[in-house]
């Protein structure tokens, strides 16, 4: 049985998910906005494998740490289905300074639908820009786990 929040591997966060009803339109494909769904919670469960809470970071000090997506990139390469079984694979590229880069990848068995790279800013609960702190960013690099 795979793991709620899906599990960190060699290469970074594997979550499994099934597309639904409601994650498609009329022509039983899913709907192009419901993939920035599947990856934000990929990205939600990788900081819970990685043991960041974000309800923790908001509040572990005066000034709070909260991720924003600042840019995301998405080539839809093919369509899922509904009642397909995907896979959403998220990777770090870069964790420092005040902000994070995270390639992302929706694959369907061996065949990759979405390839998505997510440039995330880090701030303060005051919306101002806030440096990752280095245990939080070696966690994302693999060199806290």
């Known amino acids: 049985m795979i793991a709620l929040s899906g599990e960190l591997t060699a290469d970074g966060h594997r979550l499994v998910q099934r597309v639904y009803y409601e994650d498609t339109d009329f022509s039983g ?12 919670r990929g990205r939600t469960d990788y900081l819970r494998c990685l043991g960041c809470q974000q309800s923790e970071l908001l509040s572990a000090d005066e000034e709070g740490l909260v991720f924003v997506v ?9 369509p899922a289905r509904m009642d397909d079984i995907l896979t959403v694979r ?12 995270l390639n992302q990848e929706i694959r369907r068995d061996d065949t990759l639908l979405i390839a998505a790279k997510v440039v995330i800013a880090v701030i303060n609960k005051h ?19």
């Open 70 to 78: 600042h840019r995301m990139e998405i080539d839809f390469k093919q």
């Open 127 to 145: 919306g101002r820009p806030r440096r990752l702190p280095e245990t939080v960013a070696e966690k994302f690099l693999g060199k806290g786990n």
């Open 29 to 40: 494909l899913v709907y192009h906005a419901r993939y920035l769904h599947f990856l934000e």
């Open 90 to 101: 998220t990777v770090t590229e870069k964790a420092g300074g005040a902000k994070m880069v």
